[in-house]
């Protein structure tokens, strides 16, 4: 099994800035591409971002391109998202998640583990 924790929403005003995390821990397996999704109130979850194992390649939805960047700590079970400009429609759950594979995939339904989600509340 694999453990995914995340952490660092919180309530801010539009074009405020927060960082997530995500933790990993349990069962290892090679070079995992982590996910970032979210899924906002009375709406499906969408993918938001992605980072492979070594950090050299990301991948981002238009809507928040420019604006939030995903990257890996050095204990590379670790990933963030540092979230700028917010906006009310960045209002969502935000879940760290990755494929039994490790491949990138920016649908949900593929994903394997979950975390149990961080939310980030944007008011204008």
């Known amino acids: 099994q694999v453990q995914l924790v995340e952490s660092g929403g919180g309530s801010v005003q539009a074009g405020d800035s927060l960082r997530l995390s995500c933790v990993a821990s349990g069962r290892t397996f090679n070079s995992p591409v982590m996910h970032w999704f979210r899924q906002a109130p009375g709406k499906g979850r969408e993918f938001v971002a992605a980072i492979n194992w070594s950090g050299t390649r990301t991948y981002y939805t238009d809507s928040v391109k420019g604006r939030f960047t995903i990257s890996r700590g050095n204990a590379k079970n670790t990933v963030y998202l540092q979230m700028n400009s917010l906006r009310p429609e960045d209002t969502a759950v935000y879940y760290c998640?990755?494929?039994?594979?490790?491949?990138?995939?920016?649908?949900?339904?593929?994903?394997?583990?979950w975390g149990r989600g961080t939310l980030v509340t944007v008011s204008s």
């Open positions: 998640a990755v494929d039994e594979n490790g491949y990138y995939n920016p649908s949900p339904d593929v994903m394997d583990y």
